[in-house]
């Protein structure tokens, strides 16, 4: 397993734009298959996007065109840059690593972030 810390959560108008950053422990992470999932209040948590070890993408339709996941190996990292958010996007946004590139089932991720707090204001 490891250890995930996300960040750059925060209140954004409709239409703006936030990056979040999801930092990795573990001299492995470039072998994990890696993940987005957000989770409204009542909701189950959803998946939002994907990379794998070979940097594969892979979004739910909600979001394809608007968010965009990537890496940095050398930095232990993984992004999820935000543009055109909705007041739909609102959320508690999870960091997820796995041994499976692209998974979209929370099942197939062993390890999670704490999660951070994505409000959108119409």
């Known amino acids: 397993q490891v250890r995930l810390v996300e960040s750059g959560g925060g209140l954004v108008q409709a239409g703006g734009s936030l990056r979040l950053s999801c930092a990795a422990s573990g001299r492995t992470f470039s072998s994990y298959g890696m993940g987005w999932f957000r989770q409204a209040p009542g909701k189950e948590r959803e998946f939002v996007a994907a990379?794998?070890?070979?940097?594969?993408?892979y979004y739910a339709d909600s979001v394809k065109g608007r968010f965009t996941i990537s890496r940095d190996n050398a930095k232990n990292t993984v992004y999820l840059q935000m543009n055109s958010l909705k007041p739909e996007d609102t959320a508690v946004y999870y960091c997820?690593?796995?041994?499976?590139?692209?998974?979209?089932?929370?099942?197939?991720?062993?390890?999670w972030g704490q999660g951070t707090q994505v409000t959108v204001s119409s």
């Open positions: 990379i794998s070890w070979s940097h594969s993408t």
């Open positions: 997820a690593a796995g041994l499976v590139g692209g998974a979209t089932q929370t099942g197939a991720y062993n390890s």
